[in-house]
């Protein structure tokens, strides 16, 4: 049974600097694309960012130049500065794994608070 888990959320004034972690666990023979994702309360899910295995990455606009999406081995990294209290939603963390069938699927993790005061 695959698993992402993800921590690093919480409480932080615009302006300053969190970062999340997503690690993926379980029996795994490998990860594709790694994405994080938000979903704010009464909005819809939205993509922040994603990484390729070969470490492509790509952002929404609203994050460009704030957020740094990274990953090593199970793990994926996001990197937020300049926070502003549009930021604040919770984030998933979201991953392409084969595992032990030995089929592609898809992963979530169970989300973490970010939560950006002004």
């Known amino acids: 049974q695959v698993q992402l888990v993800e921590s690093g959320g919480g409480l932080v004034q615009a302006g300053g600097s969190l970062g999340l972690s997503c690690t993926a666990s379980?029996?795994?023979?490998?990860?594709?694309?790694m994405a994080w994702y938000r979903q704010a309360p009464g909005k819809q899910r939205e993509l922040v960012a994603t990484?390729?295995?070969?470490?492509r990455t790509n952002y929404a606009d609203s994050v460009k130049g704030r957020f740094t999406i990274s990953r090593d081995k199970n793990t994926a990294y996001l990197q937020m500065n300049s926070l502003k209290p549009e930021d604040t939603a919770v984030y998933y963390c979201?991953?392409?794994?084969?595992?032990?069938?030995?089929?592609?699927?898809?992963?979530w993790g169970q989300g973490t608070q970010v939560t950006v005061s002004s």
């Open positions: 379980g029996i795994i023979f490998g990860i594709g694309a």
């Open positions: 990484t390729t295995s070969g470490g």
């Open positions: 979201n991953a392409d794994v084969v595992s032990s069938t030995l089929t592609r699927d898809n992963y």
